[in-house]
């Protein structure tokens, strides 16, 4: 496959797709961008803080607004939130704009992944496999639907995961 302008990461919280990005992004020598970064630089506050004043709802339009914004940039890596798929418009501008990559992994490395950082809002005071097998189930098939490639990252590390996106792309 020809080198594509863009690569645009999808896939569950906890999936790599942050650190994957990075590596991949240093390798190919292209701006790597975080989604959720992103909407954190332009309000100056933190995720939690929006779903907080905001609910899911009112962060889910600034998310859209931001991934209208970066898929539109040449040469990024970007990585977007867990639940960005949900949008039908993000999908669209995703799939149309850049190579899209399914970074895939299981609920139970989810579980660990997450378990390190309390930063996550849809899991705040709530079962957390409850919570994560309930997204995997609601967002997988939107992941599949936009995926010009899937990989699994359980277990693996992140420089074998970015090599992997490499040879594929070129």
Do not use: C, W
């Not at 390798?27 to 992103?38: K, N, P, Q, R």
């Not at 939690?48 to 040449?74: C, H, P, T």
């Not at 895939?104 to 378990?115: E, G, I």
């Not at 705040?124 to 990252?153: F, G, Q, S, W």
Request: net charge negative; charged share 30%.
């Amino acid at each position: 496959m020809k080198h594509p302008k863009n690569i645009f990461l999808i896939g569950p919280m906890g999936a790599g797709k942050s650190a994957v990005g990075r590596q991949l992004a240093r390798m190919l020598h292209l701006t790597f961008l975080d989604s959720d970064e992103e909407i954190e630089n332009r309000t100056g506050v933190d995720i939690s803080f929006i779903f907080e004043k905001e609910g899911e709802e009112g962060f889910r339009k600034r998310e859209a607004k931001v991934i209208e914004d970066l898929s539109n940039m040449d040469g990024v890596v970007l990585a977007t939130g867990g639940g960005a798929v949900g949008d039908a418009q993000n999908r669209s501008n995703l799939g149309a704009r850049g190579y899209v990559v399914y970074l895939k992994t299981s609920v139970d490395q989810q579980m660990q992944r997450t378990a390190r950082r309390n930063i996550r809002p849809l899991l705040e005071n709530r079962d957390r496999r409850e919570v994560l097998d309930a997204l995997m189930t609601e967002r997988e098939p939107l992941y599949l639907e936009i995926a010009d490639l899937t990989l699994d990252t359980d277990g693996r590390k992140v420089n074998v995961v970015a090599s992997e996106i490499l040879d594929a792309i070129t």
